[in-house]
């Protein structure tokens, strides 16, 4: 589990979803409204999946694809923004029927859920920016999301 939530991690921070805010814990009140009501599904984790891989791929080649990146968004409506800003990465979750919600929150949701399912205390500090159903849809589908790699060779 711990490293899964890694390898969640560092797709996060590589393409510039989770800025430091965001990833601290310290966010605004509509940031933590719109994570809680984000929905998840594994067709939309899948097609994260492929556009991250995709987007390490094009930013290997064309460093301008990861331009702007920096991560300094401390809203989630920031973060949307700075991706929306740079219309090659932007495209590449679009062409994944993603859209910027999708790629700016879908990682911090899954990691909220699964480090809210890992306890009752831990369930407790997410309550703000974590829904129970988030939470049933990692407990379900917890195995699948396991094995899923977001970079060519990447650990599970």
Request: some cysteine; glycine content about 4%; aromatic content about 6%.
């Amino acid at each position: 589990m711990i490293r899964m939530m890694s390898v969640l991690v560092a797709v996060a921070i590589a393409i510039a979803v989770s800025a430091p805010a965001l990833a601290t814990g310290d966010l605004d009140p509509a940031s933590a409204k719109m994570l809680k009501g984000y929905v998840l599904s594994m067709d939309k984790i899948k097609a994260l999946q492929t556009a991250v891989i995709d987007f390490n791929k094009a930013a290997a080649s064309d460093p301008s694809v990861s331009a702007g990146s920096g991560g300094n968004a401390m809203t989630i409506a920031q973060s949307e923004a700075q991706l929306k800003a740079n219309p090659k990465a932007f495209a590449i979750f679009q062409r994944h029927g993603l859209n910027a919600d999708d790629a700016c929150m879908l990682l911090i949701v899954l990691i909220n859920a699964q480090m809210a399912a890992s306890s009752p205390d831990m369930a407790k500090s997410f309550a703000d920016r974590t829904s129970p159903q988030q939470i049933a849809f990692y407990k379900q589908h917890q195995a699948e999301i396991a094995n899923l790699k977001f970079t060519p060779g990447s650990p599970k």
